[in-house]
């Protein structure tokens, strides 16, 4: 059997009322409802797929259900899309929209600060329990380029502006102190999980859902490799 064409929210509606903040929603299937578990699956998702295929409609889905729990919203959106017009109405201490890369950049070091400071409360307290955040850096292929050219243009000291290293502690230590990123990116590529560090930044975004199905798109969500190692002599028996 094939999976419904169209998902309405009042179908699923109670089911996902049901679940724990960690535990999402994200579409159903032929066994019944996709469920995506924060707490086990992945600290972080990436939402792929070319413009207009609906990466922001399920974006959308998965921050309404964290909300509706409890959980608070950082928007980084430097394009201002409408399509998140429905957060800039909501009260600051649930969810807040940043559009200019100064703010995006402050706004990045701050969390760093935030981590720093659970970090530290837990080293005091074992049992120390913090509010959940989502951080969403949407349009993200392109989301490091125009914040370098941002700080170039500033003269910001260094070849990267601070937000850089602010991002990556959140992706390696964010989940175990209640942080998660999300990328909303047209292209799962290097541009969104860089070179450097790209391997092992994309190994915490285990979470990967595709708006749209495309062969390019999904070779490169997907990530397959042959982890077999090389042989070093000839092959053969002996």
Request: a neutral charge; glycine letters at 8%.
């Amino acid at each position: 059997p094939a999976p419904p064409e169209r998902l309405l929210w009042s179908e699923v509606a109670d089911f996902a009322r049901s679940l724990p903040i960690d535990k999402v929603v994200m579409g159903v299937g032929t066994g019944g409802p996709v469920v995506a578990d924060f707490a086990t699956d992945s600290p972080h998702s990436v939402i792929s797929g070319a413009a207009g295929k609906g990466k922001s409609v399920l974006m959308k889905m998965l921050l309404a259900q964290r909300m509706a729990k409890g959980s608070g919203v950082i928007l980084l959106d430097y394009k201002n899309s409408a399509a998140y017009d429905y957060i800039r109405d909501l009260p600051s201490d649930t969810a807040r929209v940043y559009v200019r890369p100064e703010m995006i950049n402050e706004v990045l070091v701050l969390l760093k600060r935030e981590l720093e400071w659970r970090i530290a409360a837990r080293e005091t307290d074992r049992y120390a329990t913090f509010r959940k955040l989502d951080v969403v850096i949407e349009e993200t292929n392109s989301f490091a380029g125009r914040m370098t050219t941002w700080w170039k243009e500033t003269g910001g000291k260094g070849s990267e502006p601070p937000c850089f290293v602010a991002r990556d502690q959140l992706i390696f230590m964010g989940r175990e102190y209640g942080i998660h990123v999300h990328y909303v990116a047209q292209q799962a590529d290097a541009t969104v999980f860089g070179n450097d560090q790209g391997t092992s930044r994309r190994i915490n975004f285990g979470l990967r859902a595709l708006a749209g199905y495309e062969k390019t798109t999904w070779t490169m969500l997907a990530y397959s490799h042959d982890w077999r190692p090389e042989p070093e002599g000839p092959v053969g028996i002996w």
